[in-house]
């Protein structure tokens, strides 16, 4: 089994329920088994149309057979389920599900690109995987290094 990081955010409708029932949903997964859940973070929307509600972050460690590609296939299924729209780029959701980082894999397509291409830039992705795994190298370096380069994103655990 592969190790995988999945960023977990919402900030419509319920977002504490709906980051909840997604969690389920990894957790049964077919071929994976869920490790371990960041604490939660309250954060301001990066990116997108001004003036969105802020978001509720976390992290989910799996271990999991499923390929990338199907991995996000099942994470999209899941933002579905849970009324996920994909109208406007970096805008409000109900659920957003994103493969940060999959065990030896990096990839290009157009549908998938890993590791995350902008994990590195922004503070609710870094602080979670930090929580999980202090000693975690992404693209090469210190999450510490990356999390402290990223220092003024409002960002604060609940």
């Known amino acids: 089994m592969k190790q995988v990081y999945i960023g977990l955010g919402s900030n419509l409708g319920v977002p504490a329920t709906q980051l909840h029932q997604a969690i389920d949903r990894l957790a049964a997964l077919p071929d994976s088994q869920k490790l371990s859940l960041s604490p939660w973070y309250k954060t301001s929307a990066v990116g997108g149309p001004p003036d969105q509600p802020d978001y509720l972050n976390a992290v989910c460690s799996l271990q999991t057979d499923l390929s990338p590609e199907h991995l996000l296939t099942a994470l999209q299924a899941i933002e579905s389920e ?18 940060i980082w999959y065990e030896q894999v990096e990839l290009a397509t157009s549908r998938l690109t890993l590791p995350h291409p902008r994990a590195h830039l922004r503070a609710f992705v870094l602080q979670p995987l930090l929580d999980l795994n202090a000693d975690f190298l992404l693209h090469d370096m210190a999450l510490q290094a990356w999390r402290d380069a990223v220092d003024g994103q409002n960002i604060q655990q609940v």
Do not use: K, S, V
């Open 82 to 99: 849970a009324g996920r729209e994909r109208t406007i780029r970096w805008g409000p959701r109900t659920l957003d599900l994103d493969i």
